[in-house]
């Protein structure tokens, strides 16, 4: 039998995701939690949302709180989805650090790792020299389903189809056999990555050097503005002075207190 979301269990549920993941949930989206945790009931055999609610919120349920938010993250990505960062790294970004021939750059919610992947294929491309720079890309998201897929770096055909020709062929691996349909990024690419997990809502992040670059794409518009502004002073202490934070383009920090400077849509800089 399917249980019931009463108003008020959709309540505890809302409580515990903003203060769990940043992310407010608002009346329409009671269908979605029924629709991503009703399932997840009927697998452990449990009554009612109460009883699942008491299961993530009590002692040792780590483990299941975890999966609920995988369960209802939004995880839509792309390879170079909103190419005009990619471009500024190549154009402004990479003269800049031309002569430390060193570079840091985090995507801060990586999602199933299209993102950063883009990320060090644009780098591959740019610098023919690439081994003899120190690159280091950091790749976090909350949800550990899409971590395990990211670092897998292995996609379906379907994933790739917009990626042009050329990229594919130099830099994936093309399936035989039972691997046929699906394309791993070569392991040239993927070893400038490095995945882990990282909840943008803790007070402060496991990265001691300061970052050339951040990327925060498509997950600040799920949180509220004193959350994203909490997000922002954070961003700002990890960044090196002269940094960048890059964020998606129907993101905007035009609403918020921070302390970066503006040089074109979706691209901030740290004095
Ligand atoms: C829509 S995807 C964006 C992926 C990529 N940045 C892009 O623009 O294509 C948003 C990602 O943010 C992650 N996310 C949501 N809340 C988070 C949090 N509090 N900390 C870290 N990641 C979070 C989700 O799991 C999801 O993978």
């Known amino acids: 039998m399917n249980a019931t979301l009463t108003d008020q269990e959709f309540e505890l549920f ?22 991503r945790l009703g399932k997840r009931l009927r697998e452990l055999g449990l009554p ?21 938010l995988d369960l209802i993250s939004t995880n839509k990505t792309d390879f170079f989805r909103e190419p005009v960062h990619f471009d500024f790294l190549r154009e402004v970004v990479l003269p800049q650090v031309e002569a430390t021939k060193a570079l840091k750059i985090w995507s801060s919610a990586s999602s199933s790792g299209e993102e950063p992947y883009t990320i060090a294929m644009t780098l591959h491309d740019a610098l023919p020299d690439i081994s003899r ?22 996609y379906e055909e379907e994933r790739i189809s917009q990626v042009p ?32 997990r990282i909840n943008l809502m803790d007070a402060s992040f496991p990265i ?26 954070k961003f700002y202490r990890y960044l090196r002075p002269g940094g960048y934070l890059f964020i ?20 901030y800089q740290k004095p």
């Not at 809302?14 to 629709?35: C, E, F, H, M, N």
């Not at 009612?48 to 609920?68: A, R, W």
């Open 48 to 68: 009612s949302y109460q009883s699942y609610f008491d299961c993530v919120s009590g002692k040792g349920g780590e483990e299941e709180l975890t999966k609920l």
């Open 133 to 154: 720079w120190d690159i280091k890309i950091l790749a976090s998201d909350i949800s550990t389903r899409v971590l395990a897929k990211a670092a897998a770096g292995i």
């Open 14 to 35: 809302k409580d515990l995701i903003y203060q769990q993941v940043g992310i407010r949930l608002d009346a329409p989206k009671k269908t979605l939690l029924v629709s």
């Open 208 to 233: 001691r050097s300061s970052l050339d670059v951040i990327f925060c794409r498509n997950v600040m518009i799920y949180f509220d503005r004193p959350t994203q502004a909490k997000l922002m002073e």
């Open 165 to 196: 020709k050329d990229v594919v062929r130099r830099f994936f691996l093309k399936g035989r056999g039972m691997q046929a349909g699906k394309f791993k990024v070569r392991p040239d690419v993927a070893q400038l990555v490095n995945f882990r």
């Open 248 to 267: 998606g383009h129907s993101e905007s920090l035009q609403w918020i207190d921070h302390s970066f400077q503006y040089l074109q849509p979706t691209i």
